[in-house]
Nanobody, 126 residues
């Protein structure tokens, strides 16, 4: 199983970015796919996840409705649209896949995921 995250970059405060995660070797419609981020000196933090079994979506309260997760079954990709970016959103963003039946409390935990991408850096400048 391989995950390839892309779409990171440098953006100004209030700007937008769209991250994409291409998954191979695992069907995302039967998996839970999550996005996490890790800022320098901090622990990996949950951002958003979509459960494969029923498309339930979970978001971190810290993103305050600014991010939207979506998936394309035909392409086997999962994206996160990030709007109204703030300096606090600066981090390396990782995508991951796990069981298709994760409940919310499990979907927010990095240990629940089996495979991870390499990460893509998002830098928000003020």
């Amino acid at each position: 199983v391989q995950l390839q995250a892309s779409g990171g970059g440098l953006v100004q405060v209030g700007g937008s970015l769209r991250l994409s995660c291409a998954v191979s070797g695992r069907t995302i419609s039967s998996s839970t796919t999550g996005w996490f981020r890790q800022a320098p000196g901090k622990e990996r933090e949950f951002v958003a996840a979509m459960r494969g079994s029923d498309r339930s979506i979970f978001y971190s309260r810290s993103i305050k409705g600014r991010f939207t997760i979506s998936r394309d079954n035909a392409k086997n990709t999962v994206d996160v649209q990030m709007n109204s970016l703030e300096p606090e959103d600066t981090a390396v963003y990782y995508c991951a896949v796990g069981s298709g039946r994760l409940i919310r409390s499990s979907a927010t935990m990095p240990s629940s995921y089996d495979y991870w991408g390499q990460g893509t850096l998002v830098t928000v400048s003020s």
